[in-house]
């Protein structure tokens, strides 16, 4: 069995950061691709950005949605079992619950139903 905990959420005014952290446990992260997601009330979970497997020692190729290009980077530290999201630029429609979520597969999907397992989620509040 994996398990995903993510932490580093908390509420910060608009143009501000924060890195989320992810730590993967249970068995060993090689092969995953990671995903993030996020979902804000009444609404449906988004990807956000992943990170392929590319080997233990390539961070792997990105992937962003175009709401966070350039303001989000998502990365990994196999050797250690942990992902990351710095986001930056933060805007109060970044307000969600983020999760981060591993797949068997080497290749970043952006559909939620390819994770096989996912984290508790950490809120993220934007202010303006």
């Known amino acids: 069995q994996v398990q995903l905990v993510e932490s580093g959420g908390g509420s910060v005014q608009a143009g501000g950061s924060l890195r989320l952290s992810c730590a993967v446990s249970?068995?060993?992260?090689?092969?995953?691709?990671m995903g993030w997601f996020r979902q804000a009330p009444g609404k449906e979970r988004e990807f956000v950005a992943g990170?392929?497997?590319?080997?233990?020692?390539?961070?792997?190729?990105?992937y962003y949605a175009d709401s966070v290009k350039g303001r989000f980077t998502t990365s990994r530290d196999n050797a250690k079992n942990m992902g990351y999201l710095q986001m930056n630029s933060l805007k109060p429609e970044d307000t969600a619950a983020y999760y981060c979520?591993?797949?068997?597969?080497?290749?970043?999907?952006?559909?939620?139903?390819?994770?096989?397992?996912w984290g508790q989620g950490t809120q993220v509040t934007v202010s303006s």
């Open positions: 990170i392929n497997w590319s080997g233990v020692n390539w961070s792997g190729s990105t």
């Open positions: 249970g068995r060993t992260f090689r092969n995953y691709a």
């Open positions: 979520a591993v797949s068997k597969s080497t290749m970043v999907a952006t559909d939620r139903l390819v994770y096989d397992y």
